[in-house]
């Protein structure tokens, strides 16, 4: 089975906190891409990272921090001293060697100042 | 460079009606996914078309259909429409027949009443 598992469904942190988004995968492709998306309340899907599979590296953009475990299959994303701006939905993404993108539940992030 | 578009911004429709909504790709791209987003959860595949033909499809009824034009805009159509069908429909761009790189449009919001 192709599953993407985001068990957190909401969370919430004060301004300035760091905040942490899991994100596990199921596939037994051994070749396939991970993204994370986040969807702000105008509801355009704006796109933050890929990793394709055989790219364990962790990368840094600014804020945002990833961390890609294949032993564990995890994809998770760490937003460093939050700003309210990020408060939003985000969302993992698993894209097979199907090319179908199948998308996690959502984590709700709430930023308050 | 004019990204996606998507028209209507907001649709409400009555039970059993039919329903078509528009989608042109960000310039330069040539296939169109749709994805149904039901409140609170994660994007779903319905199907992409590229070369104006259906490639891929997911798990929907065949109510749900579709069709891409030579300017490589597309069309979702709903046939039927039930209240379950009310969701934010998203479409994305890409190249190639491909997902890897996507481009998000803001989504129609559909209601069924």
């Known amino acids: 089975a192709q599953k993407v598992t985001q068990a957190q469904t909401e969370i919430s942190v004060v301004e300035k906190e760091d905040v942490t988004l899991d994100c596990v995968y199921e596939?037994?492709?051994?070749?396939?891409?991970l993204f994370w998306y986040k969807q702000p309340p105008s509801g355009e899907l704006v796109f933050l990272i890929r990793?394709?599979?055989?790219?364990?590296q962790n990368e840094i953009s600014g804020r945002y921090s990833w961390n890609f475990q294949k032993s564990t299959s995890s994809f998770n994303f760490t937003i460093t001293a939050s700003q309210v701006v990020d408060s939003a939905v985000y969302f993992c993404?698993?894209?097979?060697?199907?090319?179908?993108?199948?998308f996690g539940q959502g984590t709700t992030l709430q930023v308050k100042p | 460079d004019a990204g996606v578009t998507q028209s209507p911004t907001h649709l409400i429709k009555t039970r059993g009606q039919q329903v078509t909504l528009r989608c042109s790709p960000k310039?330069?791209?040539?296939?169109v996914s749709w994805y149904q987003q039901a409140l609170g959860q994660g994007p779903q595949f319905i199907f992409q078309?590229?070369?104006?033909?259906?490639?891929q499809r997911g798990n929907f009824p065949d109510r749900f259909s579709g069709h891409q034009f030579p300017n490589y805009s597309s069309e979702l159509n709903v046939n039927a429409l039930l209240l379950g069908d009310s969701a934010l429909y998203l479409c994305?761009?890409?190249?190639?027949?491909?997902?890897?790189?996507?481009?998000f449009g803001p989504g129609t919001r559909l209601t069924v009443t």
């Open positions: 994305a761009s890409s190249l190639g027949g491909d997902t890897y790189e996507q481009y």
């Open positions: 993404a698993l894209r097979p060697n199907t090319g179908k993108l199948i």
């Open positions: 310039s330069g791209h040539d296939t």
């Open positions: 990793r394709n599979s055989f790219d364990e």
């Open positions: 596939t037994r492709d051994t070749t396939y891409y």
């Open positions: 078309y590229y070369e104006e033909e259906e490639r």
